[in-house]
C-alpha cells in the first residue's frame, strides 16, 4: 500500500464493537496480540492525525519499518475480513453473496447436491425481495452444475434456464433504462434546482412524455419504485404538487405493502417517507407532514441506532440538517429550532465531511436560513458565504440566488452597508451569467435604488412595502414563484414592514 492514509481512514471509521471484534479476529489468525499486524494496527489507532514517518520511527530497525507499505496492504485486507465475518448474514444481500461463495466451494469438492440446496435457497430469496441483479450468476451455477451431473432430466432444464435468464436480463435493462432516466432528471434539478423559465419546464415536461412513464403495469418492485420516484420528482419540480404527493403515496404504499421489502430496500423507505414530510410542508399540510415524519423518526431510529458508525453518523445530520431544520423553520418552531442548533457542536466540520456536493449546498442553506429567521444575522452570514464559496458555480442555480438575496439583506440588518457595494456588483455579474429573472432584478433594483437612504428607517419601511408589492405582482407568475421554494421572502418582509 502506497504512502497514503486509506488504512488510518479505514481504522477510523471502525465503530467500538468492530475494533473489539478485529483484536480478536486478527489474535486469531495473525499468532496472537503480538503480532506484527495487530501492532501496526495499535500504533496507527492511537494517531489523530496520520503520521507514517513516526511509524517508521516507533518501529526503526524491524520488518514493519522497513516494508511498511506490505504491511500496511495486509493489515487492510485484514480489517475488511474481520468486517466481513462481523457483519456476516446481517443483510440479505450479504446472506446471498455469502451462500454464492459457499456454492463455488461445494463445486470444487463435487458436492453437487449440496449446491443445488443452496441454489434453491438463494433464488427463493431473490424472487422473494427482487433482487435481480443476483440472478444471472445463479442461473450460470445452475447451468454448470446440470452439465458436470450430465442427467438427461437436467439436461432439459437447461434451455429453461437460459429463457429464465433472458427473462431477468429484460428485466435489468429496463431497470437500467429508469436509471439513467433518473439520473438525467437529478442532473437537471442539481444544475437549476426549481424551475424558473419555460423553456426548462418544457424540457421537463418532454422528459414526462418519456414511453417509460407512460406504463406501470407488470413492473418488477424495483422498476416500479423508479417510475414512481421519476414521476413524483417531475411534478415537483414543476410545481404540480399534488400529484407529486399522489405519486409518493404510490411508492410508500409499494413498500408498505410487503413489510420484508422495508427490511431490504430501507434506505428507499426512509427516503420515500421524507419526500412525503417535504412534499406536504410545501403544500402547508401540517397534519401529513408531522405524520409522515413521526413514521420516519420510529423507524429511523431502528435503522440508526445510537452505536452509529461513520455511514449512519453521515445519515443522522443529513436528517437534521436537510429535513428536522427546514421543517421546524417552515413551521416557525423557533424554540426548538434554536435548541437543535444549539446542539451541533462545529457544524462547519459536520458539514465539510459530507462528500456529496448537493448535499453539502443543502446543509449550509439550511443552516444559514434557519439563523436568518431566528435574527442571527452574523451567524447566517457566515454559512451564507461558505456556500456561496463552493466550487460548485453551476449547481443549485436557485438556491444560490436566495443565498445571494439574503446575504444582502443580512448585512443590512447587521448596518454592514460597506458591503453591499461589492456584494451587488457579485449579484449582477450573477444575473448576468443566465439569472435574468424578475425576481433577481427587482432585488437588485430595490437596493441600487435604495442605498443612499438604507440607513433611514422611515424610507426603508416604505421601501419594503414597495418591494413587497412588485414582488407580489411578480408572482403572479407561476414559474417566478418558485423563487420562494427556498425561502418566503414575502412572510420575512411582512415582519420588516
Known sequence: MKNNNDLFLLIKSLTKTEKRHFNLFASTHTGGKNSKLVKLYKAINKQEIYAEEK??????????????NVYKGLLYKLILKSLRNFHSGKTITLKIREELDYIELLYEKLLYNKCKEKINKIKKLIYQFDLNN?????????IKIFREVDERKDNI???????????IIAKLKELNAYNLLDTDIRNFADIYGDIRDVEKEKKLKQLLQSSLLKKNKNLAYTSLDRYLSIKSFIYYLLGDYNKAIKMNKQRLVAIEDNNKYIEVHSD????????????????HNKKEAYHALKQHNIYFKKLHPPS?????????YNFIFGLEMPFLAKNKDFVALTNLIE???????LINKEKNRINKMFMLYNLATSFFLLKQYEQSTIYFEHLLCLPSKKSRADMQSMARTLLLFAHTELKNYRFLISLLEHYARFIKKGHT??????ILKFFKNNYDNIDNPKHMRS??????KNLIHIFNNPLEANALNNFDLIDWLNKKI
Open 55 to 68: 511509524l517508521k520511527s516507533q518501529f526503526e530497525g524491524q520488518a514493519l519499518s522497513t516494508e511498511l
Open 134 to 142: 443476483f440472478l444471472p450468476e445463479i442461473i450460470e451455477w445452475e
Open 157 to 167: 432444464k437447461i434451455p429453461k434456464l437460459l429463457h429464465e435468464n433472458e427473462l
Open 268 to 283: 428507499k423507505y426512509v427516503t420515500t417517507l421524507r419526500n412525503q414530510i417535504i412534499l406536504n410542508m410545501t403544500t
Open 308 to 316: 452509529i458508525s461513520n455511514r449512519e453518523k453521515r445519515a443522522y
Open 343 to 349: 446542539k451541533i457542536k462545529d457544524p462547519i466540520e
Open 437 to 442: 429573472y424578475k425576481f433577481e432584478t427587482t
Open 463 to 468: 421601501a419594503y412595502i414597495e418591494l413587497k
